[in-house]
């Protein structure tokens, strides 16, 4: 099955520590997304990809980083930076990255806990 | 703010009934519309979309409507199961460069919880 899946579901870390959140495809989109979802909010979007080797800035980066190596992932490390890290964080893909018919896949999301 | 939207608007109705879960965009500008399904612990899903050069568009027992001169938007679901209880989400794309939509660009909606009673 054709899909998105992102690893660990429930990730725990201790504050000041770097951690890595691991988003895979195998829908063959070009491009890819972070988002953060916190208790009754909207998504809010970290970062974007919409191809390999190139990614830009959403509206809430400051404290994450990612890499487009390849098309099929998209890894997003949260830093010590990030002052507020617990969330759920949502990876999702587009066939393309401008398309009114390319609507967004979603993974199931990897809540993260510091404590 | 942080604590904005932690009271998500509800909907509750019987199985059966027909529910509407609305939304109110900020941009005049916005030319795309999507709703999403989101069940606990799982990512959104993808329900229906809408462009700004039509005002209604029909999918399976969901119908979504919009309405530019008051900048609203809703989601229509006929004979509501209890499957149906989730969150759903509006998202708007508010940066229409030239070529189109940028996916990178959507907006959400703070969300609307529907519980369907059997």
């Known amino acids: 099955d054709g899909g998105i899946t992102q690893s660990p579901k429930y990730l725990f870390r201790k504050e000041g520590q770097n951690v890595t959140l691991s988003c895979e495809q195998n829908?063959?989109?070009?491009?890819m997304y972070w988002y953060r979802q916190d208790p009754g909010q909207g998504l809010r979007l970290i970062y974007y990809s919409q191809i390999v080797n190139d990614f830009q800035k959403g509206d809430i980066a400051e404290g994450y980083s990612v890499s487009r190596e390849k098309k099929e992932s998209f890894p997003l490390t949260v830093t010590s930076a990030q002052k507020n890290p617990t969330a759920f964080y949502l990876c999702?893909?587009?066939?393309?990255?401008?398309?009114?018919?390319?609507?967004?896949?979603f993974g199931n999301g990897t809540r993260l806990t510091v404590t | 703010g942080e604590n904005v939207g932690l009271h998500l608007p509800t909907l509750s109705v019987q199985e059966g009934d027909n529910s509407i879960i609305n939304c109110a965009y900020s941009?005049?500008?916005?030319?795309?519309f999507i709703w999403y399904k989101q069940e606990s612990g799982k990512g959104p899903q993808f329900i229906i979309d809408?462009?700004?050069?039509?005002d209604k568009r029909q999918g399976q027992r969901v119908t979504v409507l919009l309405n530019k001169t008051v900048k609203h938007l809703s989601l229509q679901i006929a004979a509501t199961q209890p499957g149906d209880s989730a969150v759903y989400f509006c998202?708007?794309?508010?940066?229409?460069?030239?070529?189109?939509?940028?996916?990178?660009?959507?907006?959400f909606g703070q969300g609307t919880i529907l519980t369907v009673h059997p």
């Open positions: 809408i462009r700004s050069n039509m």
């Open positions: 829908l063959n989109h070009d491009a």
């Open positions: 999702a893909s587009s066939l393309t990255g401008s398309s009114y018919n390319s609507p967004l896949h």
């Open positions: 941009n005049s500008a916005s030319d795309y």
């Open positions: 998202a708007e794309n508010r940066d229409t460069g030239a070529g189109g939509t940028s996916y990178g660009k959507l907006t």
